[in-house]
């Protein structure tokens, strides 16, 4: 079997048992290492992914392996996590997930845009950019990517909010 069959036949065999925990699988990879293979299944959710459900779906994962024989006799390494915060924003699921979040978009004219995301829609993605909001339409994005910040927007407005600033100035 090809690499590309097993991934297919992969991901049909293991999302529904991903779906039970309540969450998306996102990717299925399988690499070489030494004499063994890890394959890498990588899950997410729009609350994010606790440790106990990544527990959770490992057990799912590993019982649906066994008794399907897709990894054949040699001997794999099973990996489950969340995606990080350089995966691409190719799925409106994951544009959602990523709201508040700084972001550059990639738009399939060839520009990039960079804003936070304020909405996401069925008409498209809302960005602030430099305090104006602008509307991506889904068929002018080609993916995003999440930037990263060491003090989230959001953050800084719970700190304020905690100081009992409420933006007035006087």
Same mark, same amino acid.
């Given at each position: 079997?090809?690499?590309?069959?097993?991934?297919?036949?992969?991901?049909?065999?293991?999302?529904?048992?991903?779906?039970?925990? #309540?969450?998306?699988?996102?990717?299925?990879?399988?690499?070489?290492?030494?004499?063994?293979?890890?394959?890498?299944?990588?899950?997410? #959710?729009?609350?994010?992914?606790?440790?106990?459900? +990544?527990?959770? +779906?490992?057990? =799912?994962?590993?019982?649906?392996?066994?008794?399907?024989?897709?990894? =054949?006799?040699?001997?794999?390494?099973?990996?489950?996590?969340?995606?990080?915060?350089?995966?691409?924003?190719?799925?409106?699921?994951?544009?959602?997930?990523?709201?508040?979040?700084?972001?550059?978009?990639?738009?399939?004219? =060839?520009?990039?845009?960079?804003?936070?995301?304020?909405?996401?829609?069925?008409?498209?993605?809302?960005?602030?950019?430099? #305090?104006?909001?602008?509307?991506?339409?889904?068929?002018?994005?080609?993916?995003?990517?999440?930037?990263?910040?060491?003090?989230?927007?959001?953050?800084?407005?719970?700190?304020?909010?905690?100081?009992?600033?409420? #933006?007035?100035?006087?």
């Amino acid at each position: 079997m090809g690499a590309d069959a097993r991934r297919d036949r992969l991901m049909k065999l293991l999302e529904p048992v991903v779906a039970t925990e #309540g969450l998306d699988l996102e990717d299925v990879t399988i690499t070489p290492a030494g004499k063994r293979r890890v394959l890498r299944v990588v899950v997410d #959710g729009d609350g994010g992914v606790s440790l106990d459900k +990544v527990a959770e +779906v490992s057990r =799912g994962v590993s019982e649906a392996l066994d008794g399907d024989g897709v990894m =054949g006799d040699n001997p794999y390494v099973l990996e489950v996590s969340s995606p990080g915060v350089d995966r691409p924003l190719t799925e409106r699921r994951h544009w959602r997930r990523a709201r508040t979040r700084l972001v550059k978009a990639a738009l399939r004219d =060839g520009t990039s845009v960079e804003g936070r995301i304020t909405r996401v829609g069925d008409d498209g993605v809302e960005l602030s950019v430099d #305090g104006t909001r602008r509307l991506l339409a889904w068929d002018a994005l080609a993916k995003g990517r999440v930037q990263v910040e060491l003090r989230r927007h959001d953050e800084v407005f719970d700190d304020d909010m905690a100081a009992g600033d409420d #933006g007035d100035e006087g």
